[in-house]
Nanobody, 119 residues
Framework: QVQLVESGGGLVQAGYSLRLSCAASGRTLSNYVIGWFRQAPGKERDFVARINWSDLTTSYTNSVKGRFTISRDSGENTVFQQMNGLKPEDTAAYYC????????????WGQGTQVTVSS
């Protein structure tokens, strides 16, 4: 089991920044991929970014490339998502998730943190 706890959401104006944190516990994460997803009201949950814990490879959805950066701190077992140049369309509940690097299913999820961007 992997437990994930998100924090760092809030209300900001367009153009401002937020940094989300995802604290992970329960397993050694060297064989895991940690990702961020978001879900706006009335919409499906969408992939935002991911990072391979061991080799630090990353991937982003096109709409956040150049604005969001995912990283991890192995000492704190925490994954961060730095979000710059926020837009109203970034408003959503943001979820942290984990999967084994050999698995395609995101099996572990946090409770989510709300990000609201006003215009």
């Amino acid at each position: 089991q992997v437990q994930l706890v998100e924090s760092g959401g809030g209300l900001v104006q367009a153009g401002y920044s937020l940094r989300l944190s995802c604290a992970a516990s329960g397993r050694t994460l060297s064989n895991y991929v940690i990702g961020w997803f978001r879900q706006a009201p009335g919409k499906e949950r969408d992939f935002v970014a991911r990072i391979n814990w061991s080799d630090l490879t990353t991937s982003y959805t096109n709409s956040v490339k150049g604005r969001f950066t995912i990283s991890r701190d192995s000492g704190e077992n925490t994954v961060f998502q730095q979000m710059n140049g926020l837009k109203p369309e970034d408003t959503a509940a943001y979820y942290c998730a984990a999967r084994s690097k050999w698995d395609s299913v995101w099996r572990y999820w946090g409770q989510g943190t709300q990000v609201t961007v006003s215009s």
